[in-house]
Each structure stands twice: as C-alpha cells, then as structure tokens.
C-alpha cells in the first residue's frame, strides 16, 4: 500500500515511486498539508506547521490565542472561517448563510480507484491505492470528500471532491474547486499556457507577486487562448532543472487556475470549476463531484514533468484503443478545396495521395445538407449525393479501393438557422427567454444539457457511422457559448447550463466510443480551443491549431507539449503561401515541425510540382520508417543557444533518437553553436544515419552535435541516431 497513516500525529503519507504527498489533522480537526515533494525519511512531519512563527492583524481561530488559520497550508479551506484567503469552495443555505466549517470526521485507505459518474477520470490496471478523507460541518451534517490517489509506477497523484447534503435543505454550490495546494513561500514562477485562435497554448511565465493571479475561461470550452493547466516552478528552474509543481483539469468546459500571494508571503494555487455564471442546487440526500486533477510534481525541470504528464495520459487517462496504437497518415481535403468540391475533384485528390503513399483520406466540411458555405446545413447530417455524385457509400468504396481508408468531418453541437433541424426543433438551442439568440458564425449551440438533443445526436451519428465504413472521424465545435440558458430548467437552476452542457457532450462521446471503438475519433474545436484531458478521455488526438504555418507552429506544439502526448497533437504540412498567415516556408521545414505530432496533409496535390510530390513521398516514407519512434518516444525540449531564434526538440525510445531543430531567421556572419542532447546512455553508441560517425552517449550530452548554417529564413535540419547494439562477449 503507498499511503500510511500515522494515528499519533494523525499524519498520512501518500507515495508514488519518487514522490510524496504528506497530509495531517490540527487538534482542531482542519486539514493540512505538511508536504508536496522528493520522497523523504521521516516518521512525522508536524513540526512543520507547529514552527510557523504567528504574524499580527489575523483573528485567532475558535478562540485559542494564536491559533491563526490564515497562516496555515490548508489543504481544502471553507469559506466564512478566520482565512481571509480564497476559499477551495462556498456554499449558500436556505437562511442566506454562506458560512461553512468543514473539519475531520474519519477517512478511509484502499486498494485501486473510484470511477467519477459522468466525467472522465484517470484509472489503470496498474498498482493505485486511493485514500478518502471525509470533513464534516458539525451545524449542517453535511460531508465533504477528498479522494486522492498514487499511482506508484507513474509518479502521479489524482484529486477529486465529492460534496453530500445530508441536511434536510436545498443547498446551493457557489464555488468547489478541485484541488488547493498552499506553499508556505512566494518564490515562484507562474506557468500558464495562453494564446488565442491561431496562437493556441504559447508558455506564459511570470514571476508571481503579491495578489491574485491565473487564468481561467468563461467560454464554454476550455478556450483558445487559456488552458485548464497551471504550474509553480522555481525562478530558476529550467527543461532540465528545478523544482516544478502543476495541476492540470480533466474538464472540457468553463475553468478557474490561479494563483494567490497572501500578505506574507505564502503562495495557494487551485484550479477547478469557474464559479463565473456557475452554481449548483444540491438536494438533500445528493452529492455533487468535480472533475479530477492530476496533481505532477517534478525536481527535474520542466521536460521531467511533461514526461511525467505525457506517460500517465496515454497509460491511464485516453480510453481510446487507438492510444498506443500507431496513427495512420491522412489527407484532409479542406485547405486544398474548402466547400469547392464534387466526387471527380475529391477521387483525384484521393489518387493522387493514394500513390504517394497516404494511408486515410478526410473529407471535411460541405459534405451533408446543401452545405456550400457556411451559413447553413449544420444539423442535417444526410450525405449531398448530388454533391458527392452518389452515395456516400460508394464514394468510400471508391477511396477503399485505392488502398485508403475513409473520414469524415462532423460539427454535431451546432445548428444551422437555415436547416431543417432548425426548423423542426427552434427551442432545442442555448437560449434565453424573451431574447433574440446570438449567431456566431451562422450558427446556434445545440442545447447538450437536455436528453433528447443527447439523444439525437447519439442516433445520428450512430447511424453515419454504422452505414458506412468510416474509419476516423473529425468531431468539430466552431463556436463558443453565448447568452447562455435553457429552456427546460427552473429559473433558479439557469447556471448550471454550462456544467450540465458539458456532462452532456461527455454522455455523447462515451456512447458514441463505446458502440464504435474501430473508428479513430480526433477532436477539434476551431483548432485547438478545446484541447484538455478532458477531451482526451474520448479522444485520442486533438486537432492543435487552424493555424498550420510551420513557424507559428513552433511555439503551439511546444506548448502542448508541455502536458500533452505529442502523438495526441494533429500536426499537417499545408501550402504556402500560408492560409493563415501567408508565410512561405520550405517543404522540409514544414514536414519536421508536422512530424513533432501525427502526421498528415492538408494541401491541394492536384496544384504542385512533381518535384514537391517527390519531396512528400520521401517525407511519407521517412515518417513510416520512423513512425513508431516519431509517435511515441519520449518528448524531450532541447536547450538552444538563442531561445528567440531557434527551437529544438528530440524523440527517443531503446533503438532511436530523432533530432529535429529550426531557425526562424538566418543571420548574418553568425556561427552556428553545438546543439546538446540529454537523456542518453552515457556509455552506449550512436550510429548518425547517412555518414560513418558514432558518438557516445555521454559526448552528444556534454559535446553535442554541430549545427548546420543557415542558408534561409526558416532553415530546418534533422538528425537521426540509431543505438549500436552491444557485442556478446563469452555467450554473455
């Protein structure tokens, strides 16, 4: 078992393989944590909050001099308490009180986890112990649950909250966040990942300071230009060094992450539900669960972390049988037709990346309805045989036969005004009485938190997918929600729209992935507003971003790899110029940055030369060699010389290392400085492909391997080494 309780300090040692996570009980019966960090040997660690020096101007809690909640590290603080700090969670009674006083009641240790009704959560095969830990209000009855769980192996622990009524009142749920880690020092970084449409998931790092501080989305979705992830590093932590503490939520919808610096200089951070717009009316005899969090601890910097975050996703959180498994490489049609498509235009396109060696052919939007632009259609999800010049099923068939499979985009949570679902069903959208419902992007937002539009949806595309032979679908959400409301509830339970939305998308999906485990669900959400591990769960790879310049590219894909398996990142070689940007970047350096994720095109291959489809061919051939390597092998962000101007990252597993580096402008009378690896055996060889050099481990670490000059702006090379393996000695 990997968690121990002490009952003489009433401490509880939570482990994994290298970590800990060390709780204890005041006399007072509050919660706090006495440790966050590198394993350590001891017995008892109370002395840790009985030697904190008492500050002035704080109220003494229950009336015992000294005894001054505020300065403590709670590990799930109550509001209305003396701890003038931001409440983990509020709620309101029928008399208007908003005052809570949750304290210790009993606990619980065990083998394995919990599923969470409703949402996905992390869960595994492998060795997990689970701890549940119930604070109660004496005055209401009402308990709170803390359930934390080790996974040894993974070096991980998860976080969620369960809230019971077991009063004889409605009790309404302002606040609940789930999970809160205070730090008694305030020297730290803030690390968030922020951005927009087009600039998706950039690393945002900030010294914290006094005051509030994070971000969070009011969206509907976890957004574009946030993301349900936050971290505390050390001011000098590093890829490679330094202490590093991050949450990241398994949600999909309206989040908080923040951190706050109290007036001495002690340092909360949580994350969970956005109280914005969200409140919860729990009945008597119900409970309420968060969303988990996964809680990743590293004193290795920032990459032990991300490979951390990257293993327990694809080990324990991505459901799909798909995410071990090796992604084929596509073909979408959208960049290189948009709606301007028939059958001759889609089976030459088709041919074409058939004989370069494409293995899946994407047909996106403009497929259904009379959907020729974007103002209409969405919602009726019958094929355009007019369009397509016949059924679906024989334009499949067609693609089959050149040794591809089949995709298909889908924009399920939307409706069209000009569509005939529309006209059927009006009141089945978000939408507030007495109010003229917003169009963004000549569309409305299906109302998910009702069953029958669930219901709907769950037939329709349950229908799509099984008449006909579909292989991977392009499950997209191009809009956010706005002037938010539902028809079906109550006046006083219009802020649980948001939350109930959410849990309805998550019914979908799961039904949907379970009746069709064969197909290969990729999310999108306007590119990568809705990449979070909440999506994952279903999931296993996220379209990244609209944006597919290689340069702009950069730093999205960096960012998300800092918590998320690059195999989960969509990552295509479009045209140039660039849609999005009109930048014009080499074939190869769109190719290396493309080959960071799954691997795929989204360019016309009726309108290049033949020396560019040569080039993609010995791309696509490259990528089959390696794919396994490419997909899979651990993530490691390089160290460059000059941060601004140039980013480089290698994939390894037992066999391979794959170097990939870019420049984004040449430089003038420059030399190019030695590109160090690291995570290598430093005695082992490696064979650099293409000359007759090895190296040992430890010279590509300490010496590393030279850079080419750049010739151009945007200059791009790549490195593959392959590990030598050692001679038998004496049969040995």
């Not at 927009?196 to 010294?207: L, S, V």
């Amino acid at each position: 078992m990997m968690i121990e309780y002490n009952p003489q300090y009433n401490q509880f040692n939570l482990y994994t393989k290298n970590n800990q996570l060390s709780l204890s009980v005041l006399p007072s019966g509050h919660l706090v944590l006495l440790y966050f960090g590198k394993k350590v040997s001891s017995e008892s660690l109370h002395y840790y909050t009985n030697e904190i020096k008492r500050a002035s101007y704080l109220a003494d809690t229950d009336s015992t001099k000294d005894f001054k909640l505020e300065q403590f590290p709670l590990v799930y603080p109550a509001y209305g308490n003396p701890d003038m700090r931001t409440p983990a969670f509020q709620f309101t009674y029928e008399n208007g009180s908003r005052i809570s006083d949750f304290r210790y009641k009993t606990h619980s240790i065990f083998a394995g986890k919990k599923e969470i009704p409703g949402l996905p959560n992390a869960n595994t095969n492998q060795e997990v112990s689970s701890i549940e830990i119930i604070l109660q209000d004496e005055v209401t009855k009402n308990e709170v649950n803390l359930s934390i769980s080790c996974f040894e192996e993974y070096d991980v622990f998860t976080q969620h909250i369960e809230v019971f009524n077991y009063s004889e009142e409605i009790l309404k749920i302002n606040r609940i966040m789930s999970a809160n880690i205070d730090l008694l020092s305030d020297k730290y970084d803030l690390i968030t990942l922020n951005g927009a449409w087009g600039r998706e998931t950039h690393i945002q790092r900030n010294r914290i300071h006094q005051g509030y501080q994070g971000v969070d989305s009011k969206r509907g979705a976890s957004g574009h230009g946030q993301n349900p992830f936050i971290a505390l590093a050390d001011q000098s932590a590093n890829e490679h060094y330094g202490d590093v503490y991050s949450m990241n939520l398994i949600y999909s919808g309206n989040f908080i992450a923040n951190a706050e610096v109290d007036m001495h200089q002690n340092t909360r951070m949580q994350i969970g539900i956005n109280p914005f717009d969200f409140e919860w009316t729990l009945l008597p005899d119900k409970s309420f669960s968060t969303p988990e969090v996964v809680l990743v601890y590293s004193n290795k910097g920032f990459n032990r972390m991300s490979q951390l975050y990257h293993q327990f996703y694809l080990d324990c959180l991505m459901q799909s049988r798909y995410s071990k498994k090796l992604r084929p490489i596509l073909i979408n049609n959208w960049e290189a037709t948009y709606f301007d498509f028939d059958r001759e235009k889609i089976v030459k396109l088709a041919k074409e990346a058939s004989q370069l060696g494409v293995e899946l052919f994407v047909l996106d939007d403009g497929w259904f309805g009379k959907r020729n632009s974007d103002d209409s259609s969405l919602g009726d999800w019958e094929p355009n045989q007019m369009k397509l010049g016949g059924s679906l099923q024989n334009l499949i068939q067609e693609i089959n036969q050149l040794g591809m499979k089949f995709g298909i985009w889908i924009e399920p949570e939307m409706v069209s005004r000009k569509s005939e679902l529309f006209k059927k069903h009006p009141d089945w959208i978000i939408q507030v009485p007495n109010r003229v419902p917003q169009q963004v992007r000549n569309q409305y937002v299906l109302d998910l938190s009702r069953a029958e539009v669930q219901d709907f949806l769950i037939e329709t595309i349950d229908s799509i997918l099984s008449e006909n032979n579909i292989s991977y679908l392009k499950w997209d959400m191009n809009r956010n929600i706005t002037d938010i409301g539902s028809r079906v509830l109550p006046m006083d339970r219009q802020k649980e729209v948001g939350h109930r939305y959410i849990l309805g998308l998550y019914r979908v999906l799961d039904t949907i992935v379970s009746k069709h485990p064969d197909v290969l669900i990729e999310s999108c959400a306007g590119g990568g507003g809705r990449f979070d591990p909440g999506m994952l769960y279903y999931t296993p790879q996220i379209w990244t971003s609209d944006d597919t310049d290689a340069v702009e590219r950069l730093l999205i894909q960096e960012g998300n790899s800092f918590v998320y398996p690059p195999v989960s990142m969509s990552c295509h070689v479009s045209a140039v110029p660039n849609h999005q940007v009109g930048r014009i970047t080499s074939l190869k350096t769109r190719g290396i940055v493309a080959q960071q994720g799954n691997f795929g095109y989204e360019i016309n291959l009726l309108d290049i030369t033949d020396e560019e489809k040569m080039q993609i061919k010995e791309q696509i051939e490259l990528y089959k060699l390696h794919r396994e390597t490419l997909q899979f092998g651990t993530h490691i962000r390089l160290s460059v010389y000059d941060e601004q101007n140039e980013v480089a990252w290698m994939k390894r597993d037992e066999e391979k290392v794959i170097i990939s580096h870019v420049y984004r402008l040449a430089k003038a009378n420059t030399v190019p400085k030695r590109l160090k690896l690291c995570q290598l055996e430093e005695a082992a060889v490696y064979y650099l492909e293409g000359t007759n050099r090895r190296f040992s481990g430890g010279e590509l670490m300490e010496i590393g391997i030279a850079l080419e000059r750049p010739t151009h702006d945007f200059y791009s090379s790549q490195w593959i080494l392959t590990k030598e393996k050692q001679k038998e000695v004496n049969g040995c």
